[in-house]
Protein backbone atom coordinates (compact mmCIF):
# COMPACT_ATOMS: atom_id res chain seq x y z
CA UNK A 1 0.00 0.00 0.00
CA UNK A 2 1.16 3.71 -0.15
CA UNK A 3 2.57 5.40 2.23
CA UNK A 4 3.31 9.15 2.16
CA UNK A 5 5.93 10.58 5.15
CA UNK A 6 5.02 14.03 6.52
CA UNK A 7 7.89 16.49 5.45
CA UNK A 8 8.30 18.60 8.72
CA UNK A 9 8.89 14.70 10.64
CA UNK A 10 11.08 13.83 7.83
CA UNK A 11 13.04 16.96 8.68
CA UNK A 12 13.31 16.91 12.29
CA UNK A 13 14.16 12.75 12.22
CA UNK A 14 16.89 13.87 10.12
CA UNK A 15 18.65 16.41 12.81
CA UNK A 16 17.66 14.11 15.26
CA UNK A 17 19.59 11.97 13.98
CA UNK A 18 22.77 14.32 13.13
CA UNK A 19 22.66 15.59 16.73
CA UNK A 20 22.47 11.73 17.58
CA UNK A 21 25.41 10.98 16.21
CA UNK A 22 27.68 14.18 16.91
CA UNK A 23 27.06 13.33 20.27
CA UNK A 24 28.64 10.11 20.14
CA UNK A 25 31.43 11.88 17.83
CA UNK A 26 30.54 10.56 14.43
CA UNK A 27 30.36 13.77 12.27
CA UNK A 28 30.68 11.33 9.01
CA UNK A 29 27.00 11.65 8.69
CA UNK A 30 27.10 15.77 9.47
CA UNK A 31 29.55 16.61 6.88
CA UNK A 32 27.73 14.15 4.43
CA UNK A 33 24.28 15.81 4.80
CA UNK A 34 26.25 19.38 4.50
CA UNK A 35 27.61 18.04 1.45
CA UNK A 36 24.38 18.08 0.02
CA UNK A 37 22.56 20.66 1.38
CA UNK A 38 25.12 23.52 0.96
CA UNK A 39 25.29 23.46 -2.64
CA UNK A 40 21.65 24.11 -2.92
CA UNK A 41 22.26 27.81 -1.73
CA UNK A 42 24.51 28.23 -4.65
CA UNK A 43 22.95 26.62 -7.24
CA UNK A 44 18.94 27.13 -6.63
CA UNK A 45 16.89 30.97 -6.03
CA UNK A 46 15.42 31.22 -2.91
CA UNK A 47 11.66 29.93 -3.97
CA UNK A 48 13.12 26.56 -5.28
CA UNK A 49 15.22 25.93 -2.45
CA UNK A 50 12.45 24.72 -0.24
CA UNK A 51 11.56 21.37 -2.61
CA UNK A 52 15.59 20.47 -2.75
CA UNK A 53 15.89 20.43 0.64
CA UNK A 54 12.71 18.03 0.71
CA UNK A 55 14.34 15.71 -1.50
CA UNK A 56 17.73 15.67 0.01
CA UNK A 57 15.93 14.94 3.46
CA UNK A 58 13.91 12.48 1.81
CA UNK A 59 17.41 10.78 0.09
CA UNK A 60 19.21 10.38 3.62
CA UNK A 61 15.64 9.57 5.54
CA UNK A 62 15.24 6.27 2.84
CA UNK A 63 19.20 5.75 3.26
CA UNK A 64 18.47 5.30 7.01
CA UNK A 65 15.74 2.65 6.01
CA UNK A 66 13.32 4.60 8.03
CA UNK A 67 10.49 4.00 5.26
CA UNK A 68 11.00 0.49 5.50
CA UNK A 69 10.73 0.18 9.03
CA UNK A 70 7.47 1.32 8.72
CA UNK A 71 6.28 -0.62 5.73
CA UNK A 72 7.56 -4.10 7.41
CA UNK A 73 4.86 -3.31 10.25
CA UNK A 74 2.09 -1.64 7.68
CA UNK A 75 3.17 -4.90 5.87
CA UNK A 76 1.91 -7.19 8.76
CA UNK A 77 -1.79 -5.82 8.15
CA UNK A 78 -3.05 -7.32 4.93
CA UNK A 79 -6.29 -6.29 5.07
CA UNK A 80 -4.98 -2.77 4.87
CA UNK A 81 -4.84 -2.94 0.81
CA UNK A 82 -8.34 -3.12 0.85
CA UNK A 83 -10.12 -1.75 3.69
CA UNK A 84 -8.19 1.29 3.55
CA UNK A 85 -7.01 4.48 0.75
CA UNK A 86 -3.19 4.09 2.27
CA UNK A 87 -1.24 5.44 4.84
CA UNK A 88 0.31 8.61 6.07
CA UNK A 89 2.81 8.98 8.48
CA UNK A 90 2.71 12.00 10.25
CA UNK A 91 4.44 14.62 12.97
CA UNK A 92 3.18 14.68 16.48
CA UNK A 93 4.05 17.66 18.68
CA UNK A 94 4.07 15.92 21.87
CA UNK A 95 3.02 12.36 23.14
CA UNK A 96 -0.71 13.08 24.05
CA UNK A 97 -0.95 14.13 20.14
CA UNK A 98 0.73 10.70 19.36
CA UNK A 99 -1.71 7.67 17.84
CA UNK A 100 -3.52 6.34 15.03
CA UNK A 101 -7.02 7.93 13.32
CA UNK A 102 -8.75 7.83 9.85
CA UNK A 103 -9.42 10.38 7.52
CA UNK A 104 -11.01 10.89 4.60
CA UNK A 105 -8.30 12.22 1.73
CA UNK A 106 -8.35 13.75 -1.67
CA UNK A 107 -9.32 11.55 -4.39
CA UNK A 108 -10.11 8.43 -2.47
CA UNK A 109 -12.59 5.74 -3.48
CA UNK A 110 -16.01 6.62 -1.20
CA UNK A 111 -15.95 4.30 1.85
CA UNK A 112 -12.12 3.83 1.96
CA UNK A 113 -10.09 6.26 4.60
CA UNK A 114 -6.59 6.86 5.00
CA UNK A 115 -4.80 5.67 8.18
CA UNK A 116 -2.90 8.28 10.01
CA UNK A 117 0.03 7.22 12.51
CA UNK A 118 1.50 9.96 14.04
CA UNK A 119 4.87 9.84 15.79
CA UNK A 120 6.80 11.71 17.93
CA UNK A 121 10.47 12.37 15.91
CA UNK A 122 12.80 11.19 18.58
CA UNK A 123 11.09 7.33 18.39
CA UNK A 124 13.44 7.18 15.32
CA UNK A 125 16.37 7.25 18.10
CA UNK A 126 15.07 3.77 18.65
CA UNK A 127 14.11 1.29 15.99
CA UNK A 128 12.67 -1.45 18.13
CA UNK A 129 10.36 0.85 20.21
CA UNK A 130 9.26 2.32 16.86
CA UNK A 131 8.21 -0.61 14.99
CA UNK A 132 6.65 -1.97 18.61
CA UNK A 133 4.65 1.58 18.80
CA UNK A 134 3.55 1.85 15.23
CA UNK A 135 2.39 -2.11 15.53
CA UNK A 136 0.39 -0.85 18.45
CA UNK A 137 -1.09 1.94 16.37
CA UNK A 138 -1.80 0.12 13.17
CA UNK A 139 -3.85 -2.24 15.65
CA UNK A 140 -6.30 0.32 16.92
CA UNK A 141 -6.55 1.17 13.13
CA UNK A 142 -7.36 -2.04 12.50
CA UNK A 143 -10.13 -2.29 14.96
CA UNK A 144 -11.57 1.33 13.92
CA UNK A 145 -11.86 -0.40 10.46
CA UNK A 146 -13.51 -3.84 11.54
CA UNK A 147 -17.08 -4.06 10.92
CA UNK A 148 -17.09 -6.44 14.20
CA UNK A 149 -15.44 -3.77 16.48
CA UNK A 150 -17.83 -1.56 15.42
CA UNK A 151 -15.98 1.91 15.73
CA UNK A 152 -17.38 5.34 15.76
CA UNK A 153 -16.02 8.87 16.32
CA UNK A 154 -18.38 10.52 18.85
CA UNK A 155 -18.09 12.31 22.29
CA UNK A 156 -17.71 10.01 25.30
CA UNK A 157 -19.16 12.37 27.47
CA UNK A 158 -21.69 14.68 28.31
CA UNK A 159 -20.01 17.43 29.57
CA UNK A 160 -15.45 18.22 29.39
CA UNK A 161 -15.15 16.88 33.30
CA UNK A 162 -16.60 13.43 32.26
CA UNK A 163 -15.17 13.28 28.54
CA UNK A 164 -11.95 13.38 29.71
CA UNK A 165 -12.78 10.50 32.66
CA UNK A 166 -14.52 8.28 30.43
CA UNK A 167 -11.78 8.87 27.88
CA UNK A 168 -8.96 7.72 29.70
CA UNK A 169 -10.85 4.52 30.49
CA UNK A 170 -12.06 4.00 27.27
CA UNK A 171 -8.14 4.40 26.23
CA UNK A 172 -7.11 2.15 28.81
CA UNK A 173 -9.39 -0.76 27.50
CA UNK A 174 -8.85 -0.34 24.17
CA UNK A 175 -5.20 -0.72 24.91
CA UNK A 176 -6.00 -3.87 27.42
CA UNK A 177 -7.64 -5.22 24.18
CA UNK A 178 -4.82 -4.18 21.53
CA UNK A 179 -1.81 -5.80 23.49
CA UNK A 180 -3.62 -8.50 24.52
CA UNK A 181 -4.11 -10.15 20.92
CA UNK A 182 -0.54 -8.40 19.78
CA UNK A 183 1.30 -10.96 22.61
CA UNK A 184 -0.95 -13.82 22.03
CA UNK A 185 -0.12 -13.66 18.18
CA UNK A 186 3.78 -13.76 19.21
CA UNK A 187 4.42 -10.11 18.20
CA UNK A 188 6.00 -7.09 20.39
CA UNK A 189 4.53 -4.11 21.46
CA UNK A 190 4.33 -0.99 23.91
CA UNK A 191 3.30 -2.37 27.15
CA UNK A 192 3.25 -6.10 28.44
CA UNK A 193 0.37 -7.37 30.90
CA UNK A 194 1.96 -6.56 33.80
CA UNK A 195 2.06 -2.77 32.53
CA UNK A 196 -1.49 -2.81 31.33
CA UNK A 197 -2.86 -4.18 35.17
CA UNK A 198 -1.18 -1.05 36.17
CA UNK A 199 -2.97 1.13 34.60
CA UNK A 200 -6.40 -0.90 35.24
CA UNK A 201 -5.51 -0.72 39.05
CA UNK A 202 -4.42 3.04 39.01
CA UNK A 203 -8.18 3.87 37.56
CA UNK A 204 -10.19 1.66 40.23
CA UNK A 205 -8.25 1.89 42.97
CA UNK A 206 -10.96 1.63 45.61
CA UNK A 207 -12.04 -2.38 44.38
CA UNK A 208 -10.36 -5.29 46.06
CA UNK A 209 -7.63 -6.36 45.00
CA UNK A 210 -8.75 -9.74 44.33
CA UNK A 211 -11.52 -8.43 42.04
CA UNK A 212 -9.21 -5.74 40.37
CA UNK A 213 -6.95 -8.95 39.31
CA UNK A 214 -10.29 -10.96 38.42
CA UNK A 215 -11.52 -8.69 36.09
CA UNK A 216 -9.05 -7.54 34.45
CA UNK A 217 -8.08 -11.51 33.73
CA UNK A 218 -11.35 -11.81 32.06
CA UNK A 219 -11.16 -8.37 29.54
CA UNK A 220 -7.18 -9.38 29.09
CA UNK A 221 -8.37 -12.87 27.58
CA UNK A 222 -11.43 -11.51 25.61
CA UNK A 223 -11.00 -11.18 21.84
CA UNK A 224 -14.57 -9.92 20.94
CA UNK A 225 -14.65 -6.47 22.77
CA UNK A 226 -16.09 -4.20 20.68
CA UNK A 227 -16.44 0.11 20.85
CA UNK A 228 -20.02 -0.48 22.29
CA UNK A 229 -18.98 -2.73 24.95
CA UNK A 230 -15.87 -1.01 26.05
CA UNK A 231 -17.94 2.45 26.05
CA UNK A 232 -20.32 0.81 28.60
CA UNK A 233 -17.26 0.02 30.52
CA UNK A 234 -15.82 3.43 30.28
CA UNK A 235 -19.18 5.13 31.10
CA UNK A 236 -20.28 2.58 34.15
CA UNK A 237 -18.57 1.82 36.49
CA UNK A 238 -20.91 -0.78 37.52
CA UNK A 239 -20.79 -2.41 34.20
CA UNK A 240 -17.10 -3.06 35.40
CA UNK A 241 -18.52 -5.10 38.84
CA UNK A 242 -20.32 -6.97 36.74
CA UNK A 243 -17.62 -8.78 34.36
CA UNK A 244 -16.98 -10.40 38.16
CA UNK A 245 -20.21 -12.18 38.60
CA UNK A 246 -20.52 -15.33 39.32
CA UNK A 247 -16.96 -15.85 40.21
CA UNK A 248 -15.60 -16.48 44.08
CA UNK A 249 -14.52 -12.86 44.85
CA UNK A 250 -18.07 -11.22 43.72
CA UNK A 251 -19.12 -11.01 47.71
CA UNK A 252 -16.22 -8.45 48.24
CA UNK A 253 -17.93 -6.47 45.45
CA UNK A 254 -21.19 -6.84 47.34
CA UNK A 255 -20.14 -5.61 51.13
CA UNK A 256 -19.33 -2.65 49.80
CA UNK A 257 -20.34 -0.51 47.06
CA UNK A 258 -17.03 1.67 45.06
CA UNK A 259 -17.36 5.09 45.53
CA UNK A 260 -15.78 6.08 42.01
CA UNK A 261 -16.03 9.50 39.99
CA UNK A 262 -19.20 9.09 37.87
CA UNK A 263 -21.14 6.22 39.32
CA UNK A 264 -24.94 6.90 40.07
CA UNK A 265 -25.43 8.59 43.40
CA UNK A 266 -28.33 5.51 44.92
CA UNK A 267 -30.39 8.33 45.68
CA UNK A 268 -30.77 10.82 42.84
CA UNK A 269 -29.69 8.35 40.23
CA UNK A 270 -27.87 10.83 38.69
CA UNK A 271 -23.60 10.50 37.71
CA UNK A 272 -21.54 12.01 40.11
CA UNK A 273 -18.36 13.30 40.63
CA UNK A 274 -18.51 14.76 44.09
CA UNK A 275 -19.37 12.71 46.82
CA UNK A 276 -20.06 13.42 49.93
CA UNK A 277 -17.65 12.61 53.05
CA UNK A 278 -17.37 11.16 56.25
CA UNK A 279 -21.65 11.02 56.11
CA UNK A 280 -21.69 8.18 58.66
CA UNK A 281 -20.05 10.97 61.24
CA UNK A 282 -23.60 12.51 60.94
CA UNK A 283 -26.53 10.37 62.78
CA UNK A 284 -29.30 13.25 62.05
CA UNK A 285 -28.67 13.55 58.05
CA UNK A 286 -28.15 9.55 57.97
CA UNK A 287 -31.01 8.86 59.92
CA UNK A 288 -33.44 11.40 57.53
CA UNK A 289 -31.77 9.69 54.54
CA UNK A 290 -32.75 5.92 55.96
CA UNK A 291 -36.02 7.68 56.29
CA UNK A 292 -36.80 7.82 52.99
CA UNK A 293 -34.37 5.38 51.73
CA UNK A 294 -34.75 2.11 54.57
CA UNK A 295 -31.92 0.30 52.27
CA UNK A 296 -29.37 2.82 52.10
CA UNK A 297 -26.39 2.43 53.94
CA UNK A 298 -23.43 5.47 54.35
CA UNK A 299 -21.51 2.78 52.89
CA UNK A 300 -23.57 3.12 49.32
CA UNK A 301 -22.48 6.58 49.45
CA UNK A 302 -24.21 10.07 48.39
CA UNK A 303 -24.12 13.07 46.23
CA UNK A 304 -22.96 16.65 47.23
CA UNK A 305 -26.13 18.08 45.98
CA UNK A 306 -28.52 15.19 47.69
CA UNK A 307 -26.27 15.86 51.16
CA UNK A 308 -27.30 19.87 50.61
CA UNK A 309 -30.94 18.85 49.86
CA UNK A 310 -30.94 17.09 52.69
CA UNK A 311 -29.48 19.55 54.97
CA UNK A 312 -31.64 22.50 53.45
CA UNK A 313 -35.00 20.43 54.44
CA UNK A 314 -33.37 20.40 58.23
CA UNK A 315 -33.10 23.54 58.45
CA UNK A 316 -36.56 24.55 57.08
CA UNK A 317 -37.99 21.92 59.45
Given at each position: ?????DP?????????????????G?F??????????????????L??????????EW????????PK???????????F????G????????NP???????????????????I????L?D???????L??????????A?D??S????YR??R???NP?E?C????????F???F?D??L?????????????????F???????P???K????????????????????????V???I????????????K???????G???????F?????????E???Y???A????????E??D????Q????????S??C
Amino acid sequence: MRLEFDPSLIEEVIFGELKAREAKGDFAFTLEYHSCIDPVYENFPLEERPSQFKKIEWDFFKKLEFPKAIKDIFDEFPEFEVKSGGGVIARAVNPNDEGAYLTKGMNQDEGKKRIVVKLLSDRFQDISYLGKLVRHELTHASDMLSELYGYRDERLGGNPMEECIVKERYCTFWDIFVDSRLIRNGKETISDREGRYREFEALYRKFPDDVKSTIFDTLWKDESLTHDRILSLARDVNEVIKISEGLPVMHAVKKKRPILPGVQCPLCQFRTYRWAENIEQDAYLVGAIKKDFPNWEPEDGVCGQCTEAYKVRSTVC
